[in-house]
Protein backbone atom coordinates (compact mmCIF):
# COMPACT_ATOMS: atom_id res chain seq x y z
CA UNK A 1 0.00 0.00 0.00
CA UNK A 2 1.44 3.15 -1.15
CA UNK A 3 1.23 6.68 0.61
CA UNK A 4 1.49 10.22 -0.88
CA UNK A 5 2.27 12.99 1.90
CA UNK A 6 2.14 16.45 0.84
CA UNK A 7 3.55 18.45 3.97
CA UNK A 8 3.42 21.88 4.74
CA UNK A 9 4.15 23.55 8.35
CA UNK A 10 1.81 26.12 9.25
CA UNK A 11 -0.57 23.52 10.80
CA UNK A 12 1.96 21.97 13.25
CA UNK A 13 1.03 21.81 17.02
CA UNK A 14 2.44 25.16 18.72
CA UNK A 15 3.58 27.07 15.42
CA UNK A 16 1.80 30.53 15.42
CA UNK A 17 4.14 32.86 13.93
CA UNK A 18 6.24 32.88 10.42
CA UNK A 19 9.84 32.98 12.30
CA UNK A 20 8.86 29.35 13.43
CA UNK A 21 8.40 28.43 10.25
CA UNK A 22 10.14 30.59 7.46
CA UNK A 23 14.00 29.44 6.98
CA UNK A 24 16.45 31.60 8.93
CA UNK A 25 13.45 32.35 11.97
CA UNK A 26 15.57 31.96 15.56
CA UNK A 27 12.83 29.37 15.95
CA UNK A 28 12.77 27.65 12.83
CA UNK A 29 15.28 24.08 13.70
CA UNK A 30 12.96 23.45 17.12
CA UNK A 31 10.00 23.61 15.08
CA UNK A 32 11.19 21.62 11.84
CA UNK A 33 11.61 19.09 14.26
CA UNK A 34 7.93 19.14 15.78
CA UNK A 35 6.92 18.73 11.82
CA UNK A 36 8.96 15.80 11.45
CA UNK A 37 7.07 14.30 14.30
CA UNK A 38 4.02 15.21 12.79
CA UNK A 39 5.07 13.72 9.70
CA UNK A 40 6.84 10.46 11.32
CA UNK A 41 3.54 9.70 13.33
CA UNK A 42 1.18 10.01 10.35
CA UNK A 43 3.62 7.08 8.86
CA UNK A 44 3.95 5.38 12.20
CA UNK A 45 -0.23 5.27 11.95
CA UNK A 46 -0.36 3.91 8.56
CA UNK A 47 2.34 1.40 8.80
CA UNK A 48 0.36 -0.11 11.91
CA UNK A 49 -2.91 -0.57 9.49
CA UNK A 50 -0.69 -2.19 6.56
CA UNK A 51 0.62 0.85 4.50
CA UNK A 52 4.14 0.10 3.39
CA UNK A 53 5.29 2.80 1.17
CA UNK A 54 5.72 6.56 1.14
CA UNK A 55 6.60 9.48 -0.57
CA UNK A 56 7.07 12.99 1.06
CA UNK A 57 6.53 15.86 -0.85
CA UNK A 58 7.95 18.88 1.11
CA UNK A 59 5.92 21.53 0.27
CA UNK A 60 6.32 24.04 2.71
CA UNK A 61 8.13 27.34 1.48
CA UNK A 62 11.48 26.59 -0.31
CA UNK A 63 10.84 22.93 0.21
CA UNK A 64 13.78 21.89 1.38
CA UNK A 65 13.06 21.57 5.74
CA UNK A 66 13.28 18.37 6.58
CA UNK A 67 16.58 15.59 7.58
CA UNK A 68 15.59 12.54 4.75
CA UNK A 69 16.99 10.21 7.58
CA UNK A 70 15.19 11.57 10.26
CA UNK A 71 11.78 10.40 8.38
CA UNK A 72 9.76 7.36 9.24
CA UNK A 73 9.16 4.24 7.25
CA UNK A 74 12.01 4.77 4.98
CA UNK A 75 9.94 6.51 3.34
CA UNK A 76 10.96 8.94 -0.17
CA UNK A 77 11.71 12.61 -0.19
CA UNK A 78 10.91 15.08 -2.59
CA UNK A 79 12.16 18.18 -2.20
CA UNK A 80 13.39 21.41 -3.88
CA UNK A 81 11.47 25.12 -4.75
CA UNK A 82 10.31 24.67 -8.28
CA UNK A 83 8.39 22.50 -8.69
CA UNK A 84 5.88 22.31 -11.90
CA UNK A 85 3.69 20.64 -9.67
CA UNK A 86 4.10 22.44 -6.61
CA UNK A 87 2.91 20.63 -3.36
CA UNK A 88 1.55 17.90 -5.37
CA UNK A 89 4.73 16.89 -6.89
CA UNK A 90 5.13 13.17 -7.25
CA UNK A 91 1.39 12.45 -6.80
CA UNK A 92 0.66 9.69 -9.49
CA UNK A 93 -2.35 7.03 -9.91
CA UNK A 94 0.03 4.23 -8.59
CA UNK A 95 -0.81 5.78 -4.88
CA UNK A 96 -3.24 4.50 -2.60
CA UNK A 97 -4.19 7.16 -0.58
CA UNK A 98 -2.96 10.81 0.13
CA UNK A 99 -1.99 12.43 3.68
CA UNK A 100 -1.67 16.50 4.37
CA UNK A 101 -0.13 17.30 7.20
CA UNK A 102 0.30 20.25 9.30
CA UNK A 103 -1.64 22.34 7.02
CA UNK A 104 -3.69 25.76 7.12
CA UNK A 105 -6.88 27.25 6.59
CA UNK A 106 -7.73 29.81 3.65
CA UNK A 107 -6.73 33.53 3.37
CA UNK A 108 -10.70 33.52 3.19
CA UNK A 109 -10.91 32.29 6.24
CA UNK A 110 -11.88 33.20 9.93
CA UNK A 111 -8.95 33.36 12.49
CA UNK A 112 -6.85 30.19 10.86
CA UNK A 113 -3.16 30.58 12.78
CA UNK A 114 -1.14 31.64 10.05
CA UNK A 115 -3.73 31.81 6.93
CA UNK A 116 -2.78 32.29 3.42
CA UNK A 117 -3.79 30.49 0.28
CA UNK A 118 -0.78 29.75 -1.52
CA UNK A 119 0.49 33.49 -2.26
CA UNK A 120 -0.67 35.39 0.58
CA UNK A 121 0.35 38.78 -1.25
CA UNK A 122 -1.44 38.31 -4.48
CA UNK A 123 -4.85 36.07 -3.46
CA UNK A 124 -7.58 37.39 -0.95
CA UNK A 125 -9.41 34.49 -2.15
CA UNK A 126 -9.54 31.25 -3.74
CA UNK A 127 -12.83 29.73 -4.67
CA UNK A 128 -13.95 26.10 -6.39
CA UNK A 129 -17.60 25.74 -8.15
CA UNK A 130 -18.14 29.13 -5.71
CA UNK A 131 -16.98 27.45 -2.27
CA UNK A 132 -13.82 29.00 -0.88
CA UNK A 133 -10.84 26.98 -1.16
CA UNK A 134 -7.72 26.49 1.09
CA UNK A 135 -4.18 24.99 -0.13
CA UNK A 136 -6.21 21.44 0.42
CA UNK A 137 -9.13 22.03 -1.54
CA UNK A 138 -6.42 23.23 -4.45
CA UNK A 139 -4.44 20.45 -4.18
CA UNK A 140 -7.57 18.37 -3.92
CA UNK A 141 -8.25 19.05 -7.59
CA UNK A 142 -4.75 16.80 -8.66
CA UNK A 143 -6.05 13.98 -6.29
CA UNK A 144 -9.53 14.38 -8.59
CA UNK A 145 -7.13 14.21 -11.74
CA UNK A 146 -5.51 10.84 -10.70
CA UNK A 147 -8.72 8.96 -8.82
CA UNK A 148 -6.72 9.10 -5.71
CA UNK A 149 -8.76 9.79 -2.75
CA UNK A 150 -7.47 11.94 0.50
CA UNK A 151 -7.92 10.35 3.46
CA UNK A 152 -5.92 12.29 6.17
CA UNK A 153 -5.56 16.21 7.22
CA UNK A 154 -3.91 17.14 10.03
CA UNK A 155 -3.69 21.31 11.32
CA UNK A 156 -6.56 23.64 13.19
CA UNK A 157 -9.66 23.02 13.17
CA UNK A 158 -10.83 25.41 10.65
CA UNK A 159 -8.45 23.76 8.02
CA UNK A 160 -10.15 20.34 8.73
CA UNK A 161 -13.47 22.09 7.90
CA UNK A 162 -12.22 23.19 4.86
CA UNK A 163 -10.91 20.07 3.43
CA UNK A 164 -14.27 18.55 4.44
CA UNK A 165 -15.71 20.21 2.08
CA UNK A 166 -13.89 18.71 -0.61
CA UNK A 167 -13.30 15.63 0.40
CA UNK A 168 -16.45 14.42 2.16
CA UNK A 169 -15.51 11.39 5.23
CA UNK A 170 -11.74 12.84 5.72
CA UNK A 171 -9.94 11.83 8.69
CA UNK A 172 -8.93 14.49 10.74
CA UNK A 173 -6.17 14.91 13.32
CA UNK A 174 -7.14 18.33 14.93
CA UNK A 175 -3.67 19.09 16.88
CA UNK A 176 -4.61 23.76 17.74
CA UNK A 177 -7.67 25.75 17.53
CA UNK A 178 -6.76 28.94 16.33
CA UNK A 179 -7.33 32.06 18.63
CA UNK A 180 -6.60 34.50 16.03
CA UNK A 181 -3.87 34.38 12.77
CA UNK A 182 -1.44 34.65 15.33
CA UNK A 183 -2.46 32.67 18.24
CA UNK A 184 -3.39 29.28 19.10
CA UNK A 185 -3.81 26.56 21.70
CA UNK A 186 -2.35 23.63 20.92
CA UNK A 187 -1.88 19.94 22.31
CA UNK A 188 1.12 19.05 23.72
CA UNK A 189 3.54 17.83 21.10
CA UNK A 190 3.28 14.01 22.06
CA UNK A 191 -0.24 14.48 22.26
CA UNK A 192 -0.34 15.82 18.59
CA UNK A 193 2.01 13.11 17.36
CA UNK A 194 -0.70 10.47 19.54
CA UNK A 195 -3.48 11.82 17.59
CA UNK A 196 -2.08 11.74 14.03
CA UNK A 197 -0.89 8.42 14.76
CA UNK A 198 -4.34 6.99 15.58
CA UNK A 199 -6.18 8.76 12.50
CA UNK A 200 -3.63 7.47 9.96
CA UNK A 201 -3.95 4.70 10.87
CA UNK A 202 -7.95 4.92 11.02
CA UNK A 203 -7.65 6.63 7.36
CA UNK A 204 -5.62 3.69 5.83
CA UNK A 205 -7.90 0.87 7.61
CA UNK A 206 -11.08 2.67 6.05
CA UNK A 207 -9.60 3.24 2.87
CA UNK A 208 -11.66 0.72 0.93
CA UNK A 209 -14.28 2.95 1.50
CA UNK A 210 -12.38 6.04 0.57
CA UNK A 211 -13.69 8.15 -2.82
CA UNK A 212 -11.25 10.58 -4.45
CA UNK A 213 -12.31 14.18 -4.10
CA UNK A 214 -15.64 15.59 -4.36
CA UNK A 215 -15.59 18.48 -7.08
CA UNK A 216 -18.35 18.75 -9.95
CA UNK A 217 -17.58 19.19 -13.56
CA UNK A 218 -16.98 21.54 -15.26
CA UNK A 219 -14.74 23.24 -12.51
CA UNK A 220 -14.78 27.05 -11.61
CA UNK A 221 -11.49 28.38 -9.84
CA UNK A 222 -12.51 32.13 -9.14
CA UNK A 223 -9.68 34.14 -7.68
CA UNK A 224 -10.11 37.51 -6.21
CA UNK A 225 -6.38 39.42 -5.94
CA UNK A 226 -5.35 41.92 -3.31
CA UNK A 227 -4.07 44.51 -6.08
CA UNK A 228 -4.59 44.90 -9.66
CA UNK A 229 -1.37 44.27 -10.65
CA UNK A 230 -1.74 40.82 -10.04
CA UNK A 231 -5.05 40.12 -11.66
CA UNK A 232 -3.97 41.53 -14.85
CA UNK A 233 -0.80 39.59 -14.67
CA UNK A 234 -2.72 36.75 -14.33
CA UNK A 235 -5.54 37.39 -17.38
CA UNK A 236 -1.97 37.19 -19.52
CA UNK A 237 -1.61 33.98 -18.80
CA UNK A 238 -4.01 31.10 -21.46
CA UNK A 239 -7.21 30.11 -19.84
CA UNK A 240 -7.86 33.18 -17.32
CA UNK A 241 -10.51 35.54 -17.83
CA UNK A 242 -10.25 38.56 -15.79
CA UNK A 243 -13.89 38.91 -14.58
CA UNK A 244 -13.45 42.27 -12.54
CA UNK A 245 -10.19 44.72 -11.54
CA UNK A 246 -9.94 42.43 -8.93
CA UNK A 247 -11.22 39.36 -9.70
CA UNK A 248 -10.25 36.51 -12.64
CA UNK A 249 -11.44 32.59 -13.06
CA UNK A 250 -10.44 29.75 -14.89
CA UNK A 251 -13.04 26.94 -16.00
CA UNK A 252 -12.75 23.65 -17.38
CA UNK A 253 -13.39 19.85 -17.42
CA UNK A 254 -9.73 18.99 -16.69
CA UNK A 255 -9.04 19.17 -12.81
CA UNK A 256 -5.18 19.03 -13.65
CA UNK A 257 -5.10 21.64 -16.32
CA UNK A 258 -7.05 24.02 -13.82
CA UNK A 259 -4.19 23.05 -11.36
CA UNK A 260 -1.49 23.78 -13.64
CA UNK A 261 -3.19 26.96 -15.05
CA UNK A 262 -3.52 28.11 -11.25
CA UNK A 263 0.35 27.16 -10.28
CA UNK A 264 1.55 29.33 -13.68
CA UNK A 265 -0.65 32.10 -12.05
CA UNK A 266 0.90 31.61 -8.97
CA UNK A 267 4.62 31.60 -9.81
CA UNK A 268 3.76 34.30 -12.30
CA UNK A 269 2.43 36.80 -9.29
CA UNK A 270 5.44 35.84 -7.59
CA UNK A 271 8.17 36.88 -10.21
CA UNK A 272 6.55 40.42 -9.53
CA UNK A 273 8.36 40.70 -5.97
CA UNK A 274 11.21 38.26 -6.45
Given at each position: M???????????????????CV???S??????ELLT?E??AAI?G???A????????D???K???L????L?GRA??L????K??YM????????????????H????????????T?F??A???V????VV??E??I?A?V?A?Y?V?IV????????????????P?I??A?V??S??RFS???L??E?A?DLI?ER??EA?E??P??????IG?????G?S?R??????L?????????T?????V?V??????I????IT?????RG?V?
Amino acid sequence: MKIFISSDMEGTAGVVDWDQCVIGGSQYPYYTELLTGEINAAIEGAMRAGATEFLVNDAHSKMANLKPDALAGRAGYLSGRYKPMYMMQGLDPSFDAIFLVSYHGSMGSRGSVLSHTYFPLAFAEVTINGVVAGEAGINALVAAAYRVPIVLVTGDATTAEETERFCPGIKAAVVKRSVSRFSAEALHPEAARDLIRERAREAVEHLPGAAPPSIGLPVTLGMSFRSSDYCELAARIAGVERTGDLSAVIVGDDPLWIYQTFITVVLLCRGLVE
